[in-house]
Nanobody, 119 residues
Framework: QVQLVESGGGLVQPGGSLRLSCEASGLIFSRYLMRWYRQAPGKERETVAIITSAGSTNYTDSMKGRVTISRDNDKNTVFLQMNKLKPEDTAVYSC?????????????WGLGTLVTVSS
């Protein structure tokens, strides 16, 4: 069964840090481009960070310098390290896997993990 399972969300104070994980199963993880998205209540979904199969990364401007995406292909897991968190970072964070053409599963979504930044 193909799935993405996120973990690591929770309540954190402003200025704090969290490390999110997204573990994939049922797909050839190393071939997939991985994204972290977030969606805050009443707002549109936003791409937070992207990491390609080759390890190239890109970040949304609102979190640049505060977030790092990485992947461990041996563990089929992508990570999102978030630092200096702000209340406006409160959202459900989800991961997404996008496979190359010809993949059995072209796109897979996780259910998300809630991050709440509040004092």
């Amino acid at each position: 069964q193909v799935q993405l399972v996120e973990s690591g969300g929770g309540l954190v104070q402003p200025g704090g840090s969290l490390r999110l994980s997204c573990e994939a199963s049922g797909l050839i993880f190393s071939r997939y481009l991985m994204r972290w998205y977030r969606q805050a209540p009443g707002k549109e979904r936003e791409t937070v960070a992207i990491i390609t199969s080759a390890g190239s990364t890109n970040y949304t401007d609102s979190m640049k310098g505060r977030v790092t995406i990485s992947r461990d292909n041996d563990k089929n897991t992508v990570f999102l390290q978030m630092n200096k968190l702000k209340p406006e970072d409160t959202a459900v964070y989800s991961c997404n896997a996008r496979g190359p053409p010809g993949s059995r599963y072209l796109e897979v979504w996780g259910l998300g993990t809630l991050v709440t930044v509040s004092s």
